[in-house]
């Protein structure tokens, strides 16, 4: 499994920088959220694109996935009645895709709380408009080879989603190999009925979980709170995992590199301790 940095951690850095951080602590790859590189990042440049994945290969590092999909350009929404928003969305969605496969992803996360809130009164049309949504950026995404996941979060973030069970019926409703789901640990610790590795034991095996973000319930780093992570590790080689980890803190304790450097030292004694 390749372990990736989401790079908003260490957001205030030029992207170079960025990069550079990321191989100097041991990762592999990073995981981008395109509002890091502005207001309309699904429509950047070739050449800019280029420039980007070009930063990333010169220190070793692919950039594996994206995510936070949604925060720019403002206004956007899957659920949303008013026909227009949702044909913008889409729109930036699918020219995300664009952006993903060139810069070389396999993976992109869809968690975006906000542009994904069901109303009340609306929830059966919401979560129907969601779905059709989705399958039409799905399909773009399995013509490009990358597994777009629909990310279970926490209920205190969405009411739309907040399980794999959930997400696994969406994808199976939608039919395209396009669409996948993903464990995300704070969010499965806070409201799955499971451990998080008893979780990963049970859907790994259906193909269904594309990716894996980590992170402790306290929206802390992997290792700097209550949660352990060698189970879920151990659950992720048991099931031979070949895709993608990524460390993803909300909270950047003390700040955002020293918080990148603990989480990896603590995934590489993990890891090297696994049989």
């Known amino acids: 499994m390749r372990i990736a940095l989401c790079n908003e951690v260490v957001r205030a850095l030029p992207f170079v920088e960025q990069c550079m951080l990321a191989a100097e602590l041991g990762y592999d790859g990073i995981e981008l959220a395109p509002f890091t590189l502005g207001e309309t990042p699904h429509l950047l ?4 694109r280029a420039a980007i994945r070009r930063m990333a290969g010169d220190h070793g590092l692919a950039i594996d996935s994206l995510h936070w999909l949604l925060v720019t350009p403002a206004g956007l929404s899957i659920t949303a009645p008013d026909d227009g928003v949702r044909a913008r969305t889409t729109d930036v969605l699918r020219r995300l895709v664009g952006l993903a496969a060139d810069l ?7 968690g975006s709380p906000a542009q994904r809130q069901l109303a009340a009164g609306d929830e059966a049309a919401g979560r129907a408009r969601a779905r059709d949504c989705l399958a039409a950026v799905a399909a773009e995404a399995a013509a490009a080879g990358i597994a777009y996941c629909i990310e279970p979060l926490a209920r205190r973030e969405t009411n739309f989603i907040n399980s794999v069970a959930e997400a696994a019926a969406l994808v199976e409703a939608v039919g395209s190999p396009g669409l996948r789901t993903m464990v995300d640990c704070s969010a499965a610790a806070l409201d799955e009925a499971e451990p998080v590795a008893a979780l990963l034991d049970r859907w790994l095996p259906s193909g269904l979980i594309a990716h894996v973000q980590v ?3 306290n929206q802390q780093g992997p290792g700097q709170g209550d949660d352990s992570f060698a189970p879920v590790f151990a659950a992720l080689r048991r099931h031979g995992y070949d895709r ?4 993803e803190p909300f909270d950047y304790r003390p700040d955002g590199a020293t918080s990148a450097a603990r989480a990896i030292g603590y995934i590489r004694g993990i890891l090297e301790a696994l049989p």
């Not at 993608?244 to 460390?247: G, L, N, S």
């Open 215 to 217: 992170n402790d319930r």
């Open 244 to 247: 993608v980890v990524a460390v």
């Open 45 to 48: 440049s070739a050449d800019d």
């Open 104 to 110: 070389g992803c396999t993976a992109m996360v869809h």
